[in-house]
């Protein structure tokens, strides 16, 4: 058997020019409520075909997928079991971890259809035409029913204790024997004591761990379709005996590494000071608001999260009480004498302590004061080390983290939180100083936290919701929620150790600062005639107004509201109960009294009148807002029910969970919508000097799409303005593509120059609040007319989403109320087609390139 492992032989085996890789059926994408990315399509590419194979009852029967923490493991083990019920007739599925907090977080995201982390899609699965149900089970019926998917859901520990001491009605090997099923392994690595070559060292957990290998291997093979299927971001493959055990299961690999550097995941930055842990604290604290403020700065609505850790409970316990000290005992004062020292002491620009500590110096701290009290006090923070911390409510709260009714800002912790804990918007995580210890074990537990923290926030900006970093080459300052900041101990035997425990967990670090790349104007362009005198026009924006704020309507908020039943009931872990569902519904009208409505009022901050009034002005009072047909006076929210249930029958709770919903999608909106710009058909010039001068590109060499940026060399190219290009792989194909044409341009027009857009040349959609920055513009110029030419080279995978952008360019030249304010010359604008990678698009992109432009 050769030393590769099998995810690189399918690999070698689909770049094969005779192997076509197996394609991801079509109900799988229909069937998820999320997209999935492309490193999760070709895991299932890989799996799909060793299970097409005669021999997967024999060779392929047991498979590990070996993914990085937040690559969406949980994803694609929900995809496979689509496939092998779909392909394979699998019903029966075990899932097995050795965590009950991990346990409760599966539950959620494959049952729970109220749960923002559920995974299959929320309006039911179906299958050629067929709706199928998932139910929750303790042991497997002997009949199955048709269109069932059975799941039973366990720790590591409870399955082998049922199995190896038996019980009435219980699991039993057995009542296994005349089922095939397939095992799901979470977190697998704890199952491998039996396999590790160092056995002599095990631990007395580890001894009992390893009959837990026993149990499982014997479970596979008591079926010949049985499978086994792991799961693992943690799984040592330079232990010998571990790699011989998974060189031929490791159906797909996708490490951590491969993971940050193609963007997936926050870049992650350490910093160190010589500070106490009450001062590291504060500025935590104070790093934290300032994510939030310049998230709230670009239309962004973040709740950033700090977890405090700790090496001991008592000393977590003492720095969460000196931390609520520090908050209520903030001042004005103490405040400013922070600020001016920050600012003294950090003075590279580059530093986030220098941009930081700069925003503050510039702000009313009375008011950052007032809003660190709001935000940071006991309702918002959980203490992860009490014996009852396990608790329904608290296990809730962690995972659910992002949402906008969560209120928890800080977690103070120990080691509960390592494993098995999905968290977005963590981005600073602070070790306590006090009794640290800098041993290699205390590091690598602190390595696979900081990999959990690494896990990408997804947020809007500027009309675009990406899953990916968007700012690695842009001195932007939204890197910092792009950024997950851990705020170390500067001692040196325990930051060896920690870069150590980083590089062994395949996590990318960099220090508080970046490289540069510097494109410059070209002397000659700075002198010549058309950039002295020239202008670059952009539409006109205008500011909505409070008078355009009267109703919900003007916020795109509905007072119409319909929602499913299962989307609005919690399910309980644990709960025999079953979900009601079914094919056949009914819609039912929720009766909503005032007490309900109030109620739900007072359970979110956001709708407390001071600030509610500051996003909708309009309003005089809290009862208008509750009685006025042009906002909840009218609210109507309708369900839908299977036939067998009626509105009467919801639980008060039920009924309150579905109006906080309601709120929750209100909240957002009015958010999102109030106070935006919005862009008008009139065209000003603004002048070359003022728009276009030299840029910086501070990066860490990857962009976000995983194409190394680079510099190319324009000094000899006069029609391009900037002496280096700094581009991607795409950008430098488009301007291949203009320079092929550059001669002929010259023929037909004066002046032609290629400007590339560095953030600075923005147009906003006409009537509306959507706008972008195109990445070149064409300047040209003949005898009578000056011509201004949009270019957006696109990337396949933006080219759909970003299609209004498109249209929104092609229509310039068309629109009868598009005019231009120019003084004394004639001005043309110009949109041209996408320009694409996609040999299609491409074509299409030079036919309109050349029949627009000569």
């Known amino acids: 058997m050769t030393n590769e492992i099998l995810h690189s032989r399918i690999e070698e085996r689909f770049n094969d020019i005779f192997e076509t890789p197996p394609e991801v059926p079509s109900y799988i994408y229909d069937n998820l409520s999320h997209h999935l990315r492309p490193y999760q399509e070709q895991a299932l590419r890989h799996f799909i075909y060793t299970q097409r194979s005669d021999a997967a009852d024999v060779s392929f029967n047991h498979l590990l997928f070996h993914m990085a923490t937040g690559s969406g493991k949980t994803l694609v083990l929900a995809a496979t079991i689509l496939y092998l019920y779909k392909e394979h007739n699998q019903q029966n599925f075990i899932f097995f971890v050795n965590s009950d907090a991990i346990i409760k977080k599966t539950y959620d995201n494959l049952t729970n259809k109220s749960s923002s982390k559920y995974l299959f899609a929320r309006d039911g699965i179906e299958i050629d035409g067929e709706r199928i149900s998932v139910q929750v089970v303790d042991t497997f019926p002997f009949i199955s029913a048709e269109n069932t998917i059975y799941l039973k859901l366990t720790t590591i520990q409870k399955l082998h204790m049922d199995l190896t001491n038996p019980r009435e009605n219980g699991l039993t090997y057995e009542s296994l024997e005349d089922h095939k099923f397939v095992l799901l392994a979470d977190e697998a690595h704890h199952i491998n004591a039996l396999t590790r070559s160092d056995k002599k060292k095990l631990t007395t957990r580890e001894a009992q761990e390893k009959t837990w290998e026993n149990t499982v291997n014997r479970l596979l093979h008591l079926y010949p379709e049985n499978r086994l299927i792991e799961y693992t971001a943690t799984i040592n493959l330079k232990d010998d005996t571990l790699f011989n055990k998974y060189k031929d299961k490791i159906v797909y690999q996708y490490d951590l590494k491969r993971f940050m550097q193609h963007g997936y995941s926050k870049n992650v930055v350490l910093l160190r000071a010589n500070e106490d842990d009450n001062q590291k604290m504060l500025h935590a604290m104070l790093l934290s608001q300032y994510r939030k403020y310049v998230a709230k700065e670009n239309g962004i609505d973040l709740k950033p999260i700090v977890l405090f850790k700790s090496n001991k409970i008592a000393i977590s316990k003492e720095a969460n009480a000196s931390f609520f000290e520090i908050v209520r005992s903030l001042t004005v004062d103490q405040l400013t004498r922070v600020v001016e020292h920050g600012k003294a002491v950090h003075q590279n620009r580059n530093s986030i302590w220098h941009k930081m500590f700069q925003y503050y110096s510039e702000q009313n701290l009375a008011n950052i004061i007032q809003d660190l009290q709001w935000d940071f006090t006991e309702e918002t923070t959980i203490n992860a080390n009490d014996a009852s911390f396990l608790s329904e409510n608290n296990t809730l709260l962690l995972n659910t983290l992002e949402e906008v009714n969560n209120p928890i800002r800080t977690i103070f912790a120990v080691a509960k939180l390592n494993e098995g804990w999905d968290v977005l918007n963590l981005f600073d995580i602070v070790r306590i100083s006090e009794g640290a210890s800098n041993t290699k074990m205390t590091t690598d537990s602190e390595a696979q936290l900081i990999g959990r923290g690494a896990r990408y926030y997804p947020f809007e900006y500027e009309g675009e919701n990406a899953y990916i970093r968007r700012f690695d080459t842009s001195p932007s300052d939204l890197k910092v929620i792009e950024t ?100 056949k519904r009914h819609e039912q009208e929720l009766n909503i009294d005032q007490r309900l409505l109030q109620k739900a009022i007072q359970r979110n901050k956001f709708y407390r009148f001071n600030n509610l009034k500051q996003y909708v002005p309009s309003i005089s009072s809290m009862k208008e ?230």
């Open 484 to 583: 997950l900041h851990y705020h170390t101990i500067n001692e040196n035997s325990y930051i060896k150790n920690l870069q150590k425990s980083l590089e062994t967990a395949n996590i990318q670090v960099k220090e508080d600062a970046y490289n540069r790349l510097e494109a410059k104007v070209k002397p000659k362009v700075k002198n010549a005639d058309w950039f002295k005198n020239g202008k670059i026009y952009v539409n006109k924006v205008i500011p909505t107004t409070p008078e355009d704020y009267q109703s919900l309507d003007s916020y795109n908020v509905s007072s119409e509201y319909e929602v499913n039943y299962e989307s609005s009931i919690e399910q309980l872990f644990g709960s025999n109960q079953e979900t009601v569902s079914g094919n």
């Open 625 to 854: 807002f509750l009685e006025s047909d042009n906002f909840l006076g009218n609210l109507c929210i309708r369900i839908s029910l299977p036939t067998s249930l009626s509105v009467d029958q919801l639980s008060p709770q039920q009924r309150l969970k579905i109006v906080e919903k309601f709120l929750a999608y209100a909240e957002k909106n009015i958010r999102s919508n109030y106070m935006k710009l919005k862009g008008t058909p009139i065209f000003e010039g603004i002048a070359f000097s003022k728009l276009i001068n030299d840029y910086v590109v501070e990066m860490n060499k990857i962009t976000n799409m995983n194409e190394v940026v680079d510099t190319r060399n324009m000094r000899d190219h006069d029609w391009y303005i900037y002496d280096k290009a700094i581009v991607n792989n795409l950008e430098s194909n488009f301007i291949d593509f203009i320079n092929d044409y550059v001669e002929d341009l010259k023929e037909k027009y004066n002046d032609v120059y290629l400007i590339r857009n560095e953030r600075k040349i923005k147009i906003v959609e006409i009537d509306g609040t959507r706008g972008f920055m195109p990445d070149f513009l064409l300047y040209m110029k003949d005898e009578n007319t000056t011509y201004q030419v949009f270019l957006e080279p696109k990337g396949g995978h933006l080219y759909e989403q970003d299609k209004w952008k498109e249209e929104f360019l092609m229509s310039l030249s068309s629109r009868s109320d598009v005019e231009i304010l120019s003084e004394n010359e004639q001005v043309r604008l110009i949109g041209i087609k996408f320009y694409s990678s996609s040999p299609e698009l491409k074509q299409k992109f030079k036919e309109d390139f050349i029949d627009k432009l000569f």
